[in-house]
């Protein structure tokens, strides 16, 4: 298994990112996946997830401007980001339960700063 997250960057307050994470080695469209992240010094935090039929769930603080979607035919998990505040700062991860084995990729580092 195994996640590669991309599309990080650094981003004024009020711009937006969109965030990408590959998936390979286990069957995508089976299972439901997820966005976490963990901003310096503060414990990590479910943001976001998308199930295997493609409901979504969000993370009540970004609500209204995260988006969380999926493209099983690329393997692919996706974070529409809009509207980013400083506090959005930190390293998100994609994740997901495998096999009963949680899973994560190494993560992409997101910096909102003016």
């Known amino acids: 298994v195994q996640l590669v997250e991309s599309g990080g960057g650094l981003v004024q307050p009020g711009g937006s990112l969109r965030l990408s994470c590959t998936a390979s080695g286990f069957t995508f469209e089976a299972y439901d996946m997820s966005w976490v992240r963990q901003a310096p010094g503060k414990e990590r935090e479910w943001v976001s997830t998308i199930g295997k039929s493609g409901e979504t769930y969000v993370k009540s603080s970004v609500k209204g401007r995260f988006a969380i979607s999926r493209d099983n035919d690329k393997n692919t998990l996706y974070l529409q980001m809009n509207s980013l505040k400083p506090e959005d700062t930190a390293l998100y991860y994609c994740?997901?339960?495998?096999?009963?084995?949680?899973?994560r990729g190494q993560g992409t580092q997101v910096t909102v700063s003016s």
């Open positions: 994740t997901s339960v495998v096999n009963g084995a949680y899973k």
